[in-house]
C-alpha cells in the first residue's frame, strides 16, 4: 500500500546480531503494529503504538523492542537475533473507520 | 481471550462457481470485523470492513455479512475466478482498544481454470 512502506524487504543476518526493522507511514495515523507471520501459527502481534513514544506489548514480544520517535516511523529492533525469529514481519495501521492497512513485509532470515 | 476460526482450511473448486468461506470468532464485542486477501509471498490487502452496526459490505463479486450474536461472518465470493485463488484470512478487534487485530488461520482458495 501507498501509506505505507517497510524496510528492508528481506534480510539475512547471523545469529547474535542486532537487527533493525522499519516502518514508515504517511497517513499520519496515530496506531501502528508490528506482526510476525509463520506457517502454523498465522499472524502474531508482536509490539504496537498509540503514538509518539507510547508503546505496549503484544503476544510474542520476548526478544523484540520497539521505538517509535516520530509518528510516521515504528522501529522493530532485535537486540540478539536467534533462528527462532526467522520468519516474515509486516507493520500495519489502523483508523477505527477504515481499519487496518498492511505494509508488504520483511522476510528476515537468521542463519 | 479472542479466538478465530476459519473454515474450511482449503478449498478448491472450478472457475465460475460461488463460494462461502466461513469465520467464527469466541468474543462477540467486537466493534468491527475485517477480511483480507494475501497473494502468496506477498502483503495482506483489505477487501471489507464490516463496522459492527452493519450486516453485510459489498464489494463487486464479494460480499461479506457479519452476525455478532452468533459470533460468526461469512465471505460470498460470486462467479469465481483463477485471479481470486488467494488466502483470505477474518481478523476482529483483539480487545476493546486498539491493541491489534485477532486473526484466523484462514482458508487458502485454489480456484481451476
Not at chain 2, 32 to 59: A, H, V, Y
Request: hydrophobic share 30%.
Amino acid at each position: 500500500d501507498a501509506g505505507i512502506t517497510q524496510s528492508p524487504r528481506h534480510k539475512v543476518t547471523e545469529t547474535g546480531t542486532p537487527v533493525t526493522l522499519r516502518c514508515h507511514q504517511t497517513e499520519n495515523h496515530r496506531y501502528m503494529y508490528w506482526y510476525r507471520q509463520d506457517p502454523g501459527h498465522g499472524l502474531r502481534l508482536i509490539h504496537y503504538s498509540y503514538g509518539v513514544k507510547d508503546t505496549d506489548k503484544g503476544e510474542v514480544s520476548d526478544g523484540y523492542s520497539v521505538s517509535r520517535s516520530k509518528t510516521e516511523d515504528f522501529l522493530l529492533t532485535l537486540e540478539s537475533a536467534t533462528s527462532s525469529q526467522t520468519s516474515v514481519y509486516f507493520c500495519a495501521i489502523s483508523e477505527s473507520l477504515k481499519g487496518y492497512t498492511f505494509g508488504s513485509g520483511t522476510r528476515l532470515t537468521v542463519v | 481471550k479472542q479466538e478465530v476460526t476459519q473454515i474450511p482450511a482449503a478449498l478448491s473448486v472450478p472457475e465460475g462457481e460461488n463460494l462461502v468461506l466461513n469465520c467464527s470468532f469466541t468474543d462477540s464485542a467486537i466493534y468491527n470485523l475485517q477480511w483480507f486477501r494475501q497473494d502468496p509471498g506477498k502483503g495482506l490487502t483489505s477487501l471489507l470492513l464490516i463496522q459492527s452496526s452493519q450486516r453485510e459490505q459489498t464489494s463487486g463479486r464479494l460480499n461479506a455479512s457479519l452476525d455478532k450474536s452468533s459470533g460468526r461472518s461469512t465471505l460470498y465470493i460470486a462467479a469465481s475466478q483463477p485471479g481470486d485463488s488467494a488466502t483470505y484470512l477474518c481478523a476482529v478487534p483483539s480487545g476493546g482498544g486498539a491493541d491489534g487485530l485477532t486473526f484466523g488461520k484462514g482458508t487458502h482458495l485454489i480456484i481451476q481454470p
